[in-house]
């Protein structure tokens, strides 16, 4: 029996444990089951109860006191341990029905699924086959604000590919918290990050652009006059001071991303429940949710009341 689960990743203030909730509301509305897992050791407050919580195992507070860690080396070491004791996952995770969707909501340091192995052995501790098995994509959420600021923009969307490859799992990649940006970014330059385009980098230095001019953000045209690649020495103190020697950097990182071409977005308002749901399937998509529950038998829909067959996951 298949199980199915989203793990809810992306820098901290993306707004992960704020789309949990409207997750489960939804799902609730919808008479779907789930089952809320949090993996933050530091988080506290919550709209919903976690069903399963690692504060239950280990807590950042009592790592950093007992350990004298600092914030990100005592979530590091709770990973570790979490890892070491993975009878406390498979224990609360197995009994439960392959209608049930798993919402695992996980802390913002990106590092976790960038810089060391922690998140990629727990996901594979989680849908190794014989184990847990479970049908697992990521839900990346990159706060919508970023795109006022290219750089920064760019950075979250190189960390989401960055998580992509090194998880090796279904991605579903989100901007999230849109009700910010109604109204201050076009509708058509959003969707220029969407589907990330590289020129925006080039853009965003072009004193005639919309965008604000800042010699760091500057991907400098390829027919330019080579001298000004003379300055982009990084030992050259005042190259580095006027921003030149990254135009090189920022060239390579929009290249990067183009090459690959594997990031894009979806948009989510946490607050309209339509645009959670629209998350969701592309969620259910990218498990094969629907594809695993049966139909009923058309008698035994006729003997509820409905006219024709339907899934068995309670919607």
């Avoid at 400098?220 to 950097?249: I, V, W, Y």
């Amino acid at each position: 029996m298949s199980k199915f689960g989203t793990i809810i990743m992306g820098p901290a203030g993306a707004g992960k444990t704020t789309f949990c909730t409207a997750l489960i509301q939804h799902l609730q509305h919808s008479k779907r089951s789930c089952f809320y897992v949090n993996l933050d050791p530091a988080a506290e407050d919550f709209a919903y109860e976690p069903d399963l919580d690692i504060k239950e195992l280990i807590s950042l507070e009592d790592v950093m006191e007992e350990m004298e860690l600092g914030p990100n080396g005592g979530l590091i070491y709770c990973f570790e341990f979490l890892l070491a004791n993975p009878a406390f996952l498979h224990d609360a995770l197995e009994p439960l029905p392959e209608t049930t969707l798993i919402i695992i909501d996980m802390p913002g340091q990106i590092e976790l699924y960038t810089h060391i192995p922690v998140v990629p052995q727990l996901v594979k501790t989680l849908t190794t086959a014989g184990s847990l098995g479970i049908n697992l994509c990521a839900t990346y959420l990159l706060e919508s604000t970023s795109a006022l600021d290219t750089a920064r923009f760019f950075a979250g969307t190189l960390s989401a590919m960055s998580a992509m490859l090194l998880l090796e799992i279904p991605h579903v990649n989100v901007l999230s918290k849109m009700d910010l940006v109604k109204g201050v970014l076009p509708k058509k330059q959003l969707k220029r990050f969407v589907d990330p385009d590289s020129t925006l980098l080039e853009e965003s230095s072009d004193p005639h652009s919309s965008f604000p001019s800042n010699p760091l953000l500057s991907v400098p045209n390829p027919q330019t006059n080579s001298s000004e690649d003379a300055t982009d020495d990084p030992s050259n103190a005042e190259s580095m001071m006027k921003g030149s020697s990254f135009k090189a950097l920022n060239r390579a990182v929009a290249q990067l991303i183009d090459d690959f071409s594997m990031v894009s977005f979806l948009q989510l308002d946490s607050t309209d429940e339509d645009s959670v749901g629209a998350i969701l399937s592309y969620i259910d998509d990218a498990v094969q949710y629907h594809e695993a529950q049966e139909p009923r038998e058309p008698n035994d829909a006729i003997d509820e009341g409905d006219g024709g067959a339907y899934y068995e996951d309670g919607s």
